[in-house]
């Protein structure tokens, strides 16, 4: 009798043990997915590439500790924006700086990118005519740095070289 004393708590306790969370369901096909490429690994996004909507294009490029950007806006008429110079990331929120005060914020959900709904004035100076960068939103084509960088406005100069 006194041995089976001893071993009822020990059952007892040993029924209580936690057992560990089940995963949250299609976690498995999910992962599944991204270790074969048929989907992109959220984690492991990055900027660089090359975006684009109908004749749009933009340019992210993310070098030696600094990150690229380049865009041209074409409306056609000569009506247009192009723009050059850096962005910082913090999260799903970007920062956009194409100097000389034309400087505003974007959001990035790992393939599109969309530009705030209002820019400041002194970003006027990048586009002709009635043209403006606000509110452009663009999809991601490709990673490619190479893609990226072959990237060029519509007189020739690279965007984010």
Not at 4 to 21: F, M
Not at 105 to 118: E, I, P, Q, Y
Not at 125 to 134: E, G, H
Request: proline share 6%; charged share 25%.
């Amino acid at each position: 009798m006194k041995a089976w004393a001893a071993l009822v708590p020990a059952l007892l306790l040993a029924g209580c043990s936690p057992e560990p969370a089940p995963a949250p369901p299609g976690t498995g096909l999910e992962d599944a997915a991204i270790e074969r490429g048929v989907i992109r690994d959220p984690a492991a996004r990055t900027l660089t590439g090359l975006y684009a909507r109908e004749g749009d294009r933009l340019c992210v490029i993310e070098r030696g500790g600094a990150t690229r950007i380049g865009t041209f806006i074409d409306y056609g008429n000569g009506i247009g924006c192009t723009g050059r110079g850096g962005v910082t990331q913090t999260g799903e929120r970007l920062r956009i700086d194409f100097g000389r005060g034309c400087a505003f914020d974007a959001a990035f959900d790992g393939d599109h990118l969309r530009f705030a709904g209002t820019v400041p004035a002194a970003c006027e100076m990048l586009c002709t005519r009635r043209a403006s960068l606000a509110g452009i939103a663009m999809e991601r084509l490709s990673d490619s740095v190479s893609e990226a960088e072959a990237l060029r406005d519509p007189r020739g100069k690279p965007l984010c070289g």
